[in-house]
């Protein structure tokens, strides 16, 4: 339909003519070109208004566009003009600043499409690799996945070792050993090692593949959620026809009755919530928080129950050493040699024990000649022909390292403890073992601590890494519930459950496997350093990628919300003023439009408040006095 097409266009062409036909209006000399303007805007803002009003009446639908279409036609039959303008502009600029962003919803189904793998590398009689498109594949083919590349199918492996990142199927952070028998998953990448795998399921029947369609299907069950205005129009459209009509018969008078319609028409209920809304979101916006549509504040203002992602939302997801076990004092020069190597390599694991070794001893970068190293798949670093060993255990092992009853118990209570382990050798003599995990971030603590004053009554945990992981990371932490070794449907399983028991559930990640948790829970808060996918889908950004941002935008959702209800309470008593003064001859057309536009400006004024909050560090105390202020929508 033309006007569903160009529905921004006419948005601004009645705008336009609605401003020039009022400024004209104040010069008696050009009052005609100033009817011209407003009648002309009226007319077109109308069309799209009376096509929705008549199809909602086909459904049987009494809805809001079937009272202001009443009203223009009143106002233009009392030649009220510039109200007709108004009244069409302010609907049509409303139903446009919420529809705004429903179009970004099905670019996250996109995105992860891309993220799709689409072929593989598969062996043939010869020896030769052959690049085969993915929907041609079947179970039991061999495909072979080298180091950097992505693994294209679910499967098992049947030849070699390596080490596979796993985040955008289970978040987890840290490197999974692969080895003969391990499963594997598309879309996960290989960092390090060399992999034959067996195909069992491609393409739409694998992991990855599932995830896609539960983000798609989390989001067509989401959008059905109805809006405030629709289901508020229900009942006063027919109670404002019915006073309208009930006025003619019983006075007689149609320009009583149309006057009743053309103030009973809600014009600051139209734009009150839209312009809180658009001001709430550019308040947000300044602090680092990006808020899509206008249910997400709402929904987060009733939220009682948080679930947070683990992997890059409670920590910062970047491995780092969290434990050291020291064997025997480690020589200066085989320390630098070590921190020189891995100070140039890109691998996470690498990166953290060089961070590590020159935070802990003060390391310098000089190191005179290039040390022989030997890169052993799956394993480790061999370096000076085996004299310095750093990997895993297997590694070790391969070079006859001794490791003693004491050292192999730490060496358990660290893999128990879900920690990745890197164990450096020299001589033949294990020196140090290093225990490898994800760091919480700092400010955690004290945002739960908020989130509980906020009123949050249910802190949950979810998260892919294995459950002693999780537990060992959580530990002090004011959480309720924490689940570990979970796969996205897992997690969306376990969302489901807690809306089924009448929960509001907010959840909160960054990952490709939180999709569909992020488009089925009621908000999906996404943290800025995640996949874009998680960004897409989610109803709110936080850009720094803080969680003490998390407790500013549950604070700020509850002040855009709380300043709606001022908004839509202004606009029904305005209304309720002005009918009942009509009714007992206290209120004419003149006073009656005064009235009524300046009930508008009210509210555009009160949600401008929105605009005024200042970023602070939001501590216990004033978020306990946010929550106190919440329904008058303190500021």
Not at 15 to 44: C, K, R
Request: charged share 15%; net charge neutral.
């Amino acid at each position: 339909m033309f006007y569903h097409k160009y529905n921004q266009q006419i948005l601004w062409f009645t705008g336009i003519l609605t401003g020039l036909g009022l400024i004209l209006s104040h010069n008696d000399l050009l009052g005609s070109i100033s009817a011209g303007l407003l009648i002309m805007s009226g007319v077109v803002g109308a069309i799209p208004v009376i096509t929705r009003a008549l199809s909602a009446l086909r459904y049987k639908t009494i809805s809001i566009e079937l009272l202001v279409t009443i009203a223009v036609i009143g106002a233009f039959v009392v030649q009220a003009y510039h109200e007709a303008a108004i009244v069409t502009f302010l609907f049509l600029l409303g139903d446009f600043l919420q529809a705004k962003t429903l179009t970004k919803t099905r670019r996250a189904i996109q995105q992860l499409s891309d993220l799709a793998p689409t072929t593989a590398n598969v062996k043939a009689t010869d020896g030769q690799l052959i690049s085969v498109p993915i929907d041609q594949l079947k179970p039991g083919t061999i495909v072979a996945v080298s180091a950097g590349d992505q693994i294209p199918v679910d499967g098992t492996v049947t030849k070699g070792q390596g080490y596979a990142t796993e985040a955008a199927i289970t978040g987890e952070a840290n490197y999974i050993s692969k080895a003969v028998g391990s499963s594997v998953y598309a879309g996960t990448l290989l960092k390090d090692g060399l992999l034959e795998i067996e195909t069992q399921v491609v393409g739409s029947e694998s992991t990855f593949g599932k995830i896609i369609d539960l983000v798609e299907s989390a989001q067509d069950n989401q959008s059905a959620t109805g809006d405030f205005i629709d289901h508020f129009a229900k009942y006063y459209t027919p109670a404002v026809l019915i006073l309208g009509i009930i006025v003619f018969l019983w006075t007689g008078n149609l320009n009583l009755a149309i006057t009743l319609l053309v103030l009973g028409c809600p014009g600051a209920l139209v734009i009150g919530a839209p312009v809180a809304l658009v001001a709430g979101i550019g308040s947000a916006a300044k602090q680092g928080i990006l808020i899509k549509g206008g249910s997400v504040t709402a929904k987060l203002a009733k939220t009682d129950t948080l679930i947070f992602d683990k992997t890059g939302t409670l920590t910062m997801g970047q491995p780092a050493v969290v434990k050291a076990i020291t064997y025997q004092v480690p020589d200066n020069k085989m320390l630098k040699i070590i921190y020189n190597v891995e100070r140039h390599s890109n691998h996470p694991l690498s990166q953290a024990v060089g961070n590590y070794l020159q935070k802990q001893y003060q390391l310098a970068t000089e190191l005179k000649g290039d040390p022989q190293v030997e890169v052993v798949p799956g394993s480790g670093l061999a370096i000076e022909n085996g004299t310095i060993l750093v990997g895993s255990q297997r590694l070790l092992q391969r070079y006859n390292v001794t490791i003693t009853p004491q050292q192999s118990a730490n060496i358990q209570d660290l893999s128990a403890a879900g920690q990745t382990l890197v164990l450096i050798a020299s001589q033949g003599q294990l020196i140090l073992a290093l225990g490898i995990n994800d760091q919480l971030r700092p400010e955690v603590p004290e945002t739960l601590q908020q989130l509980r004053h906020l009123g949050i009554k249910h802190l949950v945990m979810l998260t892919g890494d294995h459950q002693a992981s999780a537990e060992t990371m959580a530990m002090g932490l004011d959480l309720d519930e924490i689940h570990g070794g979970l796969l996205p449907q897992d997690k969306l399983t376990w969302l489901k459950q807690y809306q089924q028991a009448g929960h509001i559930v907010a959840f909160v990640g960054d990952g490709i496997n939180d999709s569909p948790a992020l488009a089925q829970a009621n908000v999906g808060i996404a943290m800025g350093n995640g996949a874009a996918v998680a960004l897409e889908t989610a109803d709110m950004t936080l850009l720094q990628s803080s969680f003490t941002s998390l407790g500013r935008a549950v604070a700020l959702s509850r002040r855009i919300h709380a300043n709606t209800v001022q908004n839509i309470s202004i606009a029904v008593i305005t209304v309720a003023i002005l009918l009942s003064g009509l009714l007992f001859g206290l209120v004419d057309m003149g006073i009656g439009m005064f009235v009524h536009e300046a009930s508008i400006l009210i509210v555009i004024a009160n949600a401008m408040r929105l605009l005024r909050i200042k970023r602070a560090t939001t501590s216990a105390t004033q978020v306990s006095k946010v929550t106190e202020n919440n329904d008058l929508g303190g500021i």
